[in-house]
C-alpha cells in the first residue's frame, strides 16, 4: 500500500514540477505583449465594464466611483443586479447618469447563476440604443466583479492586443489581492494568483490560450457573439473558464497581460476561503464536458494545456495521495515493526523535504519577480504556500460531495465592508505600468470592517 501510493505520488509531483518549471522558463524567455504602445483610447473601441451584482451594497459603490474615473466617453458601465435583497440597487441607482447605467433583474428570472445575468446583460445592451452604429468587433465587454479595483490605464494596456488582430478574441489582466497585508492567509491567496499567472499564463499566452478570469476580463463582443445566443454557460459554476475554453476551441486567441491589474478582496477566513475554493473545484469537475470537444478540435501545446488545465482536479487528487503516503508509512511501521519502510526514504527528512518542499523555491522566485519582496521572505512564503494549497484537497472532497448530491447553488463569496474613497484617483491615460516593476504597496484598498456577508 505504502509503496503504492509513494511512487504514484512521487511520478505525479515531478511531473507536475518539470511541467511547470518547463512552462515559466518559457514564459520568461518569451517577450510580452505588442511592442506599438497606443496613448489613450483607441478612436474605434467602445469598452463596457459589465458588473454583476448579488448583495453587494457593502462594496459596490466604491467600486463605481474608482471606475468612473477610469471610464472615458468612449465607455459605458453596467451594473446587472441580480435579485439582491439589500441596499445593491439603491446604491446603484444614487449613481446612475449618462455614464452609469442598472439593469435590475427580478425573481423568478433572477438568481439562476452569474452566467445567466451576464446573458441577459448582453441581450439588454442589444435592446437599447448604446451600441448602435458600432461594430461587435470594436465593442470590448471588461468584466469585472463588484469588489474589482481596476488599474487606471487598463484600457489602455489591453487596446493594442485587439488592435493587432482581429482574431484576439480576450485579453485576462493580472489579478491581485488587494488586502493581502492584512494577514497570512490573503498574502496566500495573492501568491496563488501571481504564481499561476507566472507559472502558467505568461506561457499559455504565447501560444494563444490564456485562462479567463471572472475579474479583469476584456472580452470582444464579436467573439462572444460567436458563441450566440447566450455565450456564457448559466449552469457552470466556473462559467469563465468554460467560456475561455469554447472560445478558443472557436478559432479565437485569448491573452495575458500584466501590464495592469485589478485588485479584489482577499478573504480572511479559512473556512469561508475552503467554501469558495470548493465552488471553483466544483466548475473545474462541470467544465469535464468539454474534455472531448478539446481532444477533437485542438492539437499540440494547445490541446495540452486546455487538458492540463481542465484535468487540475486529478492534479489535485494526486497532491491528496503524496500527503497520504507520509501518514500511512509510519502507522504502517507502527503495526508492523518488520515491515522496511526506510528503504523508501519515508524515514528521510531530506527525502521528505525534497518531495514536498522543493517547488517552494519556485513558487518564492515568481512571487519575488511580480511583488519584490525580500529574498528569504519569499522563501520563506513559498513554503507556506506548499502548506496552505492542501486547502484545496478539503475543498476538492466538498466540491465532489457537493456533485454527489445534486448540489449546484452559487456559494456566494464574502465580503468586507468598504468606505468611498475620500478622492477619486485620477485615470493615466498614456502612462503604462509594469505589474512587475510595482510596489508590493501600492494599494487602492480601504476596508472599514471585519464583517462579512454571508451567502
Known amino acids: 500500500m505504502t509503496t503504492f501510493l509513494v511512487l504514484a505520488a512521487t511520478a505525479a509531483i515531478i511531473a507536475c514540477f518539470t511541467y511547470a518549471l518547463g512552462m ?10 505588442p511592442q506599438d504602445e497606443l496613448h489613450g483610447y483607441a478612436p474605434d473601441l467602445f469598452f463596457v465594464f459589465l458588473i454583476p451584482c448579488l448583495n453587494e451594497d457593502r462594496v459596490i459603490g466604491a467600486t463605481l466611483e474608482k471606475l468612473c474615473t477610469i471610464a472615458g466617453h468612449n465607455s459605458l458601465i453596467l451594473v446587472v443586479d441580480d435579485g439582491s435583497d439589500d441596499q445593491t440597487a439603491a446604491v446603484v441607482q444614487s449613481r446612475v447618469n449618462g455614464q452609469v447605467m442598472l439593469l435590475r433583474r427580478q425573481l423568478p428570472e433572477a ?6 445575468a451576464l446573458n441577459a446583460a448582453l441581450e439588454y445592451l442589444a435592446s437599447t440604443p448604446v451600441l448602435q452604429g458600432r461594430s461587435s468587433q470594436d465593442v470590448i465587454i471588461c468584466l469585472m466583479d463588484a469588489d474589482g479595483r481596476l488599474d487606471p490605464h487598463a484600457p489602455e494596456a489591453v487596446t493594442p492586443y485587439f488592435q493587432g488582430g482581429p482574431g484576439v478574441g480576450a485579453v485576462q489582466v493580472a489579478v491581485r489581492i488587494g488586502n493581502r497585508h492584512e494577514g497570512l492567509l490573503p498574502r496566500m491567496q495573492d501568491m496563488e494568483f501571481v504564481c499561476y499567472s507566472e507559472l502558467f ?26 458563441l450566440a445566443p447566450r455565450p456564457w454557460s448559466p449552469s457552470t459554476l466556473t462559467e469563465d473558464l468554460d467560456l475561455g475554453v469554447r472560445l478558443v476551441l472557436s478559432g479565437w486567441q485569448t491573452i495575458y497581460t500584466n501590464a495592469a491589474e485589478v485588485q479584489q478582496q482577499g478573504l480572511s477566513n479559512t473556512k469561508a476561503l475552503i467554501r469558495q475554493r470548493s465552488r471553483w473545484f466544483q466548475g473545474l469537475l462541470q467544465c469535464w464536458h468539454l474534455i472531448p470537444q478539446v481532444a477533437r478540435k485542438s492539437s499540440g501545446r494547445v490541446r495540452l494545456d486546455m487538458l492540463h488545465m481542465l484535468l487540475t ?6 497532491a491528496f495521495l503524496m500527503t497520504l503516503s507520509f501518514i500511512v508509512a509510519p502507522v504502517e511501521g507502527l503495526l508492523n515493526p518488520n515491515l522496511d519502510t526506510g528503504r523508501l526514504g519515508l524515514n528521510s527528512l531530506a527525502a521528505w523535504y525534497l518531495l514536498t518542499f522543493f517547488p517552494a523555491v519556485l513558487f518564492g522566485i515568481a512571487y519575488r519577480r511580480i511583488t519584490e519582496i525580500g529574498r528569504w521572505r519569499s522563501m520563506v512564503l513559498g513554503h507556506a504556500f506548499v502548506l496552505y494549497g492542501l486547502l484545496w484537497i478539503a475543498s476538492g472532497f466538498i466540491g465532489v460531495w457537493r456533485i454527489l448530491r445534486g448540489r449546484r447553488g452559487w456559494l456566494k463569496t464574502d465580503r468586507l465592508s468598504e468606505r468611498a474613497p475620500s478622492e477619486p484617483i485620477p485615470a493615466i491615460l498614456g502612462q503604462r505600468r509594469d505589474a512587475s516593476a510595482r510596489s508590493d504597496s501600492d494599494l487602492d484598498w480601504q476596508p472599514t470592517s471585519k464583517e462579512r456577508v454571508n451567502g
Open 24 to 33: 515559466y522558463l518559457e514564459g520568461r524567455s518569451e517577450q510580452d505583449g
Open 313 to 318: 482536479p486529478v492534479l489535485i487528487f494526486a
Open 201 to 226: 499564463q505568461r506561457c499559455r499566452s504565447h501560444h494563444g490560450f490564456a485562462g479567463l478570469g471572472g475579474n479583469g476580463q476584456f472580452t470582444r463582443l464579436s467573439a462572444l457573439k460567436s
Open 111 to 116: 438568481r439562476q447563476g452569474k452566467g445567466a
